[in-house]
């Protein structure tokens, strides 16, 4: 893969040479384009799918806990300035925060803030950090990608998906109600969907940079880790 890589990347630099330097951000671009190796797209496609699942779960849970922002505008406020940033006018100064930080804080006990907002901001911003979406325009190579980062990703969705089904509060009520029977008597299971949808895939890139995804036993004590250190 590495010969290839370099090999095409000769290429490119003799292009470039004998057509000149105009528009060169523009042909670096489409020459990524043109050399991506499979893998890679197979983590633009994982991290795009997973960005959009957590944009359905996000909305799924604002349905299923109006108590957090019962004011629809305000709420789609936040959750356009989780998923589009650009266009969100929703700020508080929690878009700062770290991914360990946004998590912990959903589910703490004295928590005030809107916990859908925290978490679904804590989720995405996960992404961010393990995949480096912040750092680089697009990939060469998927050795850019840090095996680390999506193994502590793996750790803290594992135990969102956890803490989901186990926190309550000081009334012994779950922080967050997910999965249960709808109007129509079947059991809404689209929750567990969601989230057994996007660790699969960040097992897959585990996997595809030669690591191994884990099993883990969470407790009452188990802390979320840091994904940029």
């Known amino acids: ?11 490119f630099l003799f292009i470039q040479a004998i057509t000149g330097c105009s528009s060169k951000n523009r042909d670096a671009a489409d020459f990524a384009k043109v050399i991506k190796p499979a893998e890679v797209s197979i983590f633009e496609y994982h991290i795009q799918s997973t960005i959009s ?6 909305v799924r849970l604002y349905a299923r806990n109006p108590k957090y922002e019962k004011n629809l505008s305000v709420r789609r406020q936040k959750i356009d300035s989780i998923f589009r940033p650009q266009n969100g006018r929703y700020r508080n100064g929690l878009e700062n925060k770290t991914s360990k930080e946004l998590l912990s804080l959903s589910f703490a006990q004295d928590t005030a803030e809107d916990r859908v907002y925290l978490l679904g901001l804590g989720l995405v911003k996960s992404i961010q950090e393990a995949y480096g979406l912040d750092e680089m325009k697009y990939f060469l190579t998927g050795l850019q990608l840090s ?7 793996h750790f803290n969705l594992s135990q969102v998906n956890w803490r989901l089904k186990t926190y309550k509060d000081m009334n012994g009520d779950l922080l967050f109600l997910t999965n249960g029977m709808s109007e129509n008597g079947y059991l809404n299971m689209g929750y567990e969907v969601i989230m057994t949808r996007i660790l699969t895939r960040v097992e ?17 004590s188990t802390l979320f ?3 940029v250190m």
């Open 147 to 153: 095996l680390e980062r999506i193994e502590r990703l």
């Open 204 to 220: 897959d890139d585990i996997y595809l940079r030669g690591g191994l995804p884990q099993k883990y036993m969470f407790g009452m």
């Open 1 to 11: 893969m590495r010969y290839n890589f370099f090999f095409f990347l000769s290429v």
């Open 53 to 58: 699942d957590l944009e359905d779960f996000v």
């Open 225 to 227: 880790l840091s994904i």
